[in-house]
C-alpha cells in the first residue's frame, strides 16, 4: 500500500466500525471475570472450598480451547438469528446466552452447585463465543490499515467493562447480596446487545457446505491447507514459529511470579492493587490507542518489529525496583513503561495477526493463531519460580528479555519474503 493510499489516523478512529468495536469490547470484557475472579469471592463468601473454588473458576480455560468450535462460526449460520447474518447472527445468539447464564446462576446460587456450575460453563462457553464472533466481525468489517484502532477502541470497552466486573461488582457486593450483582451484570449485556441489534454486518461471503464431507472439510482441513497454500510450506512455517516466540518475553511475566515478587520487593496488597491494577489498566488503554494510530500511519509490520523488542526490553525495568524495595515511585515508572508498551505490541500483535487471515477463515484461522501466541510463554512461566529459585528475580528478568532475539531475528527475515508477497501492509 502507497503511503498517499493510506488512511489518516483521524479517519480509522473516527469510522462507524470503530465506535461498534468499543461496545463489542465490552461485551467481551464482560463475562471473563465473572466466571473467574470475582466469581471466586463469591465462592469463598459463600463457604465453599479452596479446592472446589479453583475448579469452578476454572471454567475460565473454556477460552483457551474457542479454536475447537471457531469452525461453526465460519461455515454453519446461526440457530434463530440467522437473518442478521453470519457474525452478528451468532454474537447476538452469545450474547443472550451471558445474560441467561448469567441471571441464571443470580437464581440458583451456589447452594444448587451442580446447576450453579453448569451455569459457569454455560457463561464462559457464551463468552468465548463472543470472542470468536467478534474477532471475525472486526478482522471482516475494516483493512488491515485500520485494525489498529478498531482493536483500540475495542480494548477500551473491554477495560470498561473489566473494571465493572472488577472493582465495582466488589464495590457493590459490600453493600447488596451477590445474586443481586450478578442480575445487574446480565442487565448490563444489554447494553452491547443493542449495539450489535444497530450495527452493520461485514460484506464478506461464506459459502454453506451442502453435504456433511465438504462441511468437515471446510471447518477442519481447508482453514489449515489454505494458510499453507497462501504462504508457501517454508514461509507459513516460519510466521507459525514467530507468532510462537514474539510473545514469550510478555507472557512470562503474566503468570504467578509476579505478585510474590512485588510482595517480596515490600509493597502492601492495596498499594500493589492501585498502581498495578488500576493506574496501570489506563496506562495501558493509552498503549493501545499509541498502538492503533502507529498501525493507521505506518501499517502493522514496521510498529510490530519496534513493540516486540521495546516490550521486551521494559522486563529489564524490574532490575531497577530490586535496590529499590518499596519505592513507589520506582514502582509506578516501571508500570507505566511496561503497561505502556503492553498496550501498544497489543493492538500491533492483533493487527498483524488479522493481516494473515483469509476472510473465507476468518473465526478459524485467527482464534487458532490467537491461541498460538500465548502458548510458550506461560509454558515459561509455570518454571518461573524454580528457575528464580535457582537464581534469582534478576536473573529471570534478564532471560525473559534475551528470549526476544529469535522472534526479532526472525522477523527480519520475513519482512521482506511478506513484502514480495504483496503484504507489506
Not at 469510522?15 to 463489542?24: E, G, K, V
Not at 477500551?156 to 465493572?164: E, K, Q
Not at 444489554?190 to 444497530?198: E, Q, V, Y
Amino acid at each position: 500500500m502507497t503511503a498517499a493510499a493510506k488512511p489518516s489516523v483521524w479517519k480509522s478512529f473516527s469510522q462507524p466500525a470503530a465506535w461498534t468495536m468499543f461496545y463489542f469490547g465490552f461485551s467481551s470484557g464482560l463475562p471473563f471475570l465473572l466466571v473467574a475472579g470475582t466469581l471466586a469471592y463469591w465462592l469463598k463468601e459463600h463457604g465453599i472450598d479452596l479446592k472446589e473454588i479453583t475448579i469452578i473458576a476454572g471454567a475460565g480455560m473454556t477460552y483457551a480451547l474457542k479454536f475447537l468450535w471457531a469452525p461453526l462460526l465460519d461455515h454453519s449460520a446461526p440457530p434463530f438469528f440467522s437473518r442478521m447474518g453470519l457474525r452478528r447472527g451468532w454474537l447476538l445468539l452469545a450474547q443472550i446466552s451471558v445474560a441467561i447464564g448469567l441471571l441464571g446462576m443470580s437464581l440458583a446460587t451456589p447452594d444448587a452447585l451442580v446447576l450453579f456450575v453448569a451455569l459457569t460453563l454455560l457463561v464462559a462457553f457464551a463468552g468465548a463465543t463472543q470472542d470468536i464472533a467478534v474477532d471475525a466481525y472486526r478482522i471482516e468489517i475494516a483493512p488491515v490499515a485500520d485494525q489498529g484502532a478498531l482493536v483500540a477502541t475495542y480494548s477500551l470497552g473491554y477495560r470498561f467493562a473489566l473494571i465493572l466486573t472488577g472493582a465495582f461488582a466488589l464495590g457493590f457486593a459490600d453493600h447488596m447480596p451477590w445474586p443481586r450483582v450478578y442480575q445487574l451484570m446480565a442487565v448490563a449485556m444489554l447494553i452491547p446487545i443493542g449495539a450489535n441489534l444497530r450495527a452493520v454486518e461485514p460484506a464478506a461471503r461464506h459459502r454453506a457446505p451442502t453435504r456433511w464431507g465438504e462441511a468437515m472439510r471446510q471447518m477442519f482441513v481447508d482453514p489449515f491447507s489454505d494458510f499453507f497454500r497462501r504462504f508457501g510450506v517454508v514461509l507459513a512455517l516460519m510466521l507459525l514459529l514467530f507468532i510462537l516466540l514474539f510473545k514469550i518475553p510478555e507472557q512470562a511475566l503474566v503468570g504467578g511470579i509476579m505478585s510474590p515478587f512485588y510482595l517480596d520487593m515490600g509493597f502492601t496488597k492495596t498499594q500493589i492493587g492501585a498502581i498495578t491494577k488500576f493506574y496501570g489498566v489506563w496506562i495501558g488503554i493509552a498503549g493501545v490507542f499509541v498502538g492503533g494510530a502507529a498501525v493507521a500511519r505506518w501499517g502493522a509490520h514496521r510498529p510490530l518489529l519496534a513493540a516486540v523488542v521495546l516490550c521486551a526490553a521494559c522486563n529489564l525495568l524490574y532490575l531497577w525496583l530490586i535496590p529499590n524495595p518499596g519505592n513507589l515511585l520506582v514502582l509506578t515508572a516501571v508500570i507505566s513503561g511496561e503497561n505502556f508498551m503492553l498496550g501498544v505490541l497489543g493492538t500491533t500483535a492483533v493487527a498483524f495477526l488479522s493481516s494473515l487471515v483469509n476472510r473465507e477463515h476468518t473465526a478459524t484461522q485467527y482464534a487458532l493463531l490467537s491461541s498460538m501466541v500465548n502458548l510458550p510463554g506461560k509454558v515459561l512461566g509455570l518454571f518461573a519460580g524454580g528457575i528464580v529459585e535457582a537464581t534469582s528475580y534478576g536473573t529471570y528478568f534478564v532471560i525473559a528479555t534475551l528470549a526476544v532475539a529469535p522472534a526479532a531475528a526472525l522477523f527480519l527475515w520475513l519482512l521482506p519474503r511478506l513484502k514480495l508477497q504483496g503484504r507489506e501492509d
